[in-house]
């Protein structure tokens, strides 16, 4: 089986294209911490296309419970059921909904599972899914089956750091923290996704980018994915390179700045910024 690599849609460090290939190796869960928007969902479909495997979506929200990844007991359909007389509720099977963990466990080849932002859930989350992540197994006490993997799947977890997950998980985990890509990286990344961007341009907004987040006091610097959202905004624009150069954090705001700056926070640190430098320049 080949391995993961960077590819010329997604470019991939040396260190995360090892840790994925190293979590792969030794079959255990890859967690992949990371600023949002530095890519590390995508990093699971990139790992499904280089592996040729499907992918399972479990995107986690603040309400998810762990349970709701193996299966759900759907009881009040089969009281409704039992009501009107529906011959279904006398097989408690029919009532079973199968969560996104069975599917990746009973597909009949191997999948890579993505549990995406698992850090939004409680803190006995991660916890919960010890066992059927090490043993690759789980019951269903309604119906008193066992359900196996028939292929073990390739784990990608996402969390982006908003509360500290159990060591008890973290043991189990392969880890990698993905940094946020240095400016030759960053130049990488336009080019496989804006090949015909004038370099022109795209020197400028990088220059102005970096800048922006360079700027200490932002609440939210500005990742890949706001990066690449004003550039296809500047390139549509058609704006000159020009407009960019003049372009300094300390004195003005950046033009489409909605597509970089993500709250009226950041917005008024801005404008006060370039009100002070205007008072020093009189």
Not at 152 to 180: G, M, Q, W
Request: proline share 5%; glycine share 4%; aromatic share 8%.
């Amino acid at each position: 089986m080949a391995g993961f690599k960077s590819t010329s849609s997604y470019i991939a460090s040396r260190d995360l294209e090892v840790a994925v290939n190293a979590a792969v190796a030794l079959q255990r869960p890859l967690l992949v911490k990371g600023e949002p928007g530095t890519g590390k969902t995508v990093l699971a479909h990139e790992v499904a296309r280089s592996l040729g495997y499907p992918l399972v979506e479990w995107h986690i929200k603040s309400t998810t419970k762990a349970q709701q990844g193996l299966y759900e007991y759907d009881a009040v359909s089969r009281l409704r059921d039992g009501q009107l007389g529906d011959a279904r509720v006398h097989d408690i099977g029919n009532y079973i909904v199968r969560g996104k963990m069975w599917d990746a466990f009973e597909a009949d080849r191997p999948q890579v599972l993505l549990i995406d932002e698992i850090d939004k859930a409680d803190i006995e989350f991660p916890n919960d899914l010890l066992l059927e992540l090490d043993r690759m197994q789980f019951f269903v006490y309604e119906t008193r089956k066992t359900v196996v993997a028939k292929h073990r799947p390739v784990v990608i977890i996402t969390s982006n750091n908003e509360k500290e997950l159990p060591d008890a998980f973290l043991r189990r985990c392969f880890f990698h923290y993905i940094r946020f890509p240095d400016r030759e990286t960053m130049e990488r990344i336009v080019q496989s996704h804006f090949p015909d961007i004038k370099q022109e341009l795209a020197r400028e907004a990088l220059n102005v980018f970096f800048q922006v987040r360079g700027v200490a006091e932002l609440k939210k610097k500005p990742a890949t994915s706001e990066l690449l959202d004003w550039l296809k905004l500047l390139m549509i624009e058609d704006l000159p390179p020009e407009v960019l150069r003049s372009q300094d954090p300390k004195t003005a705001i950046p033009p489409l700045y909605g597509a970089l700056l993500k709250n009226e926070q950041d917005v008024h640190l801005f404008e006060r910024l370039a009100f002070l430098s205007r008072q020093r320049q009189r």
